[in-house]
């Protein structure tokens, strides 16, 4: 059965993904693709529906970006959220105009008219508007569903066509109840079936991946993350012992982490696993290294030639496995959407292991969805909802030059840090938390000695893209007791610093 599938065009907005996410959240699987998509390719996919987003261009101005009209008259049902709107009034010969000033914010919108989008709602709504172009005449064809003070045409219909258009934005958390109006859409218009579910998603990929690998053998590299650990357990349960996976201790992982990792995935899965501990010739590799770009150049490098080596014990294999996820894939509308962290990635594997054909059993996944599989899939909590942590690990949270002794006490420091914020409960509203061992040493007292012993910085960041982010204001006490606990504790440690800068100007990570 061909997996049902609404499209998502891409104008530039900033909140597309989110549209894309609020659809998977009502059971219907989407697909973000650029605004210029041909009326062929639409049609291959056989759409139950397209959604255009917003953007930040003026449909009028030279350059916006446009769709081809033809997609109006393929009997496809289109909802237009914002410019996505404003494009279709445009291209159907309504008119756009350019308000006197931008109206931002929520903002009531009042539903002049029932409708099929609209089931449910009563005739005051509070949904997020951020637009200065407005739709001011309909297309013919069209009629006006809803209105703010400012907006006369805040929602419009072409019923008989299956075309709707809102200028409010349904898929931001400030519009009130605004999913339902993308469920109705979904479900009231393009009578959608809702298959999408995960537990659905994890029979379904095991079942093809079974198919598709038959008795062949596969290899993944795993690295305790989310995304590899979801890849490894999917496929496991899908060929069983003819995966087989390498896991990687560079030593620059947190406190018992390696432990962890093969624990879980040695007793509680009984997988293929091989750990290689390597702690020692990484650590030579970044002997006397100080520059924080050529540590990530060494730590890819030598990543890459020890699973090389590891994989040729194996010999040949057919699949790799890689934990390749949606975000990482979207092919952008205008390039906007996607961000690409070139240094944040650690080897492209493909090139050196002898196989046919690699395998991203997650390539269709946003990372909620990736969590909520790896879950389906009985992998633990901790595990499922681990913060991000960056492949060169520890090695960029050393400042400086690396050393056994000096990763030893960042793992302590940052082991007490990650404890008490555990303790207090805070960990649900901070990112990304943990322990920055600077090389700074400064004069401090213990007893009647004098001390002069490094400085630990702590870095809690508040963020939903890791582009940008706020410093987390965690309480005085936690704080307080943190940097107590640390001093006492962790030798060599005299003096605790808590970093309260936001990114940008700072990065999260201090290298
Ligand atoms: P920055 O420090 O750039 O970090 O604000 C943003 C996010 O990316 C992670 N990060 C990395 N991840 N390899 C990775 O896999 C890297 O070299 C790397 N550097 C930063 C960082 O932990 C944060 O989540």
Redesign the pocket.
Known sequence: MKKEVVLILDFGGQYNQLIARRVRECNVYSEIVPFDISVEKIKEKQPKGIIFTGGPASVFGEGAPRCDSAIFDLGIPILGICYGMQLMTYSLNGVVAKADKREYGVTKVYIDEQSPIFKGFTSENDFLMSHTDFVSELPEGFKNIGHTLSCPNAAIENREKKLYGIQFHPEVNHSVNGTLVIKNFLYEVCKCAGDWKMSSFVEDSIKNLKQKIGDGKALCALSG?VDSSVAAVLLSKAIGKNLTCIFLDHGLLRKNEGDEVEEVFKKQYDINFIRVNCKERFLNRLANVTDPEQK?KI?GEEFIRVFEEESKKIGKVDFLVQGTIYPDVIESGLGKSSVI?S????GGLPDYVDFKEIIEPLRDLFKDEVRKTGLELGIPENLVYR??????GLA?RVIGEITDDKLEILKDADYIFREEIQKAGLYKNI??Y?AVLTNLKSVGVMGDERTYDYTVALRA?E?TD??T?VWSKIPYEVLEKVSSRIVNEVQHVNRVVYDITS?PP??????
């Open positions: 993350g990530r730590i962290k240094h944040h990635n650690v913060q991000p942590f960056p492949g060169p960029i990112n990304q943990f960041v963020t890791f582009m982010g990114k700072a990065t999260i990570e201090w290298e």
